[in-house]
C-alpha cells in the first residue's frame, strides 16, 4: 500500500481549481477544451476518496509530485502550469489504463483519447509533453507492481499483513 497522499493535499487542489477558473485566459477553442479538461479532473481529484487516489495514481505520486505541488501551491495560470497539470493528468490516466485496463474518470479518459489521437493537433504547450508523458510509463509502473510484490513475499507472514 502507498503513503496517504490525497488526504492531505485536495483542499489545495480545490483552491487552486477555483484560483484557475477564475483567472485563466482561454485564446481559442482548444484551449477552451483543454482547460475544460484541466477543471473537471482538478475538482474529480479534490473530490474523490483519497485513498482510492493514492491506489490509483500511485506511480504518478511518486514521479511527479513534486511538479504537481508546485502548480497547485503556485498562483501562476500560465500555458507552462496547464502543461505540468495535463502532463501530471495524462500519465494519471496511462497508469490507470496499464494497471486496471480502464480509466474511470471521464475526463481522464477524454484526455487521453485526444492525447492518443494521431492527427489531433496539439497547442503548442501539449504538444511537448505528450512523449514526456508516456514513453516509459508502461515498463516503469511494471516494475513497480513487481517490486511491491516481490517485497511484500519476502516478508515475513506477520509482517505482511
Given at each position: 500500500?502507498c503513503?496517504?497522499?490525497f488526504?492531505?493535499?485536495?483542499?489545495d487542489?480545490?483552491?487552486?481549481?477555483?484560483?484557475l477558473?477564475?483567472?485563466?485566459?482561454t485564446?481559442?477553442?482548444?484551449?477552451?477544451?483543454?482547460?475544460?479538461l484541466i477543471?473537471?479532473i482538478?475538482?474529480?481529484?479534490a473530490?474523490?476518496?483519497?485513498q482510492?487516489?493514492d491506489e490509483?495514481c500511485?506511480?504518478?505520486?511518486?514521479?511527479?509530485k513534486?511538479e504537481f505541488?508546485?502548480?497547485?501551491?503556485?498562483s501562476?495560470?500560465s500555458?507552462?502550469?496547464?502543461?505540468?497539470?495535463?502532463?501530471?493528468?495524462?500519465?494519471?490516466?496511462?497508469?490507470?489504463?496499464?494497471?486496471y485496463?480502464?480509466i474511470?474518470?471521464?475526463?481522464?479518459?477524454?484526455l487521453?483519447?485526444l492525447?492518443?489521437?494521431?492527427?489531433?493537433?496539439y497547442?503548442?504547450?501539449?504538444?511537448?509533453q505528450k512523449?514526456?508523458?508516456l514513453?516509459?510509463?508502461?515498463?516503469?509502473?511494471k516494475?513497480?507492481?513487481?517490486?511491491?510484490?516481490y517485497?511484500?513475499?519476502?516478508?515475513?507472514p506477520?509482517?505482511?499483513?
Amino acid at each position: 500500500m502507498c503513503e496517504p497522499y490525497f488526504k492531505n493535499i485536495q483542499k489545495d487542489i480545490l483552491s487552486y481549481k477555483n484560483h484557475l477558473e477564475k483567472n485563466n485566459m482561454t485564446i481559442d477553442k482548444t484551449n477552451k477544451l483543454f482547460l475544460d479538461l484541466i477543471l473537471d479532473i482538478l475538482e474529480y481529484l479534490a473530490t474523490e476518496n483519497p485513498q482510492k487516489l493514492d491506489e490509483l495514481c500511485e506511480y504518478n505520486i511518486m514521479t511527479m509530485k513534486k511538479e504537481f505541488e508546485s502548480v497547485i501551491h503556485g498562483s501562476s495560470v500560465s500555458e507552462k502550469v496547464q502543461a505540468v497539470l495535463l502532463t501530471f493528468f495524462m500519465r494519471i490516466a496511462k497508469e490507470m489504463d496499464v494497471k486496471y485496463k480502464n480509466i474511470e474518470n471521464e475526463s481522464l479518459s477524454k484526455l487521453y483519447s485526444l492525447m492518443s489521437s494521431k492527427n489531433f493537433r496539439y497547442p503548442s504547450y501539449i504538444k511537448d509533453q505528450k512523449e514526456f508523458a508516456l514513453e516509459n510509463m508502461p515498463d516503469n509502473i511494471k516494475r513497480m507492481l513487481y517490486m511491491k510484490s516481490y517485497i511484500i513475499l519476502s516478508l515475513p507472514p506477520s509482517i505482511a499483513t
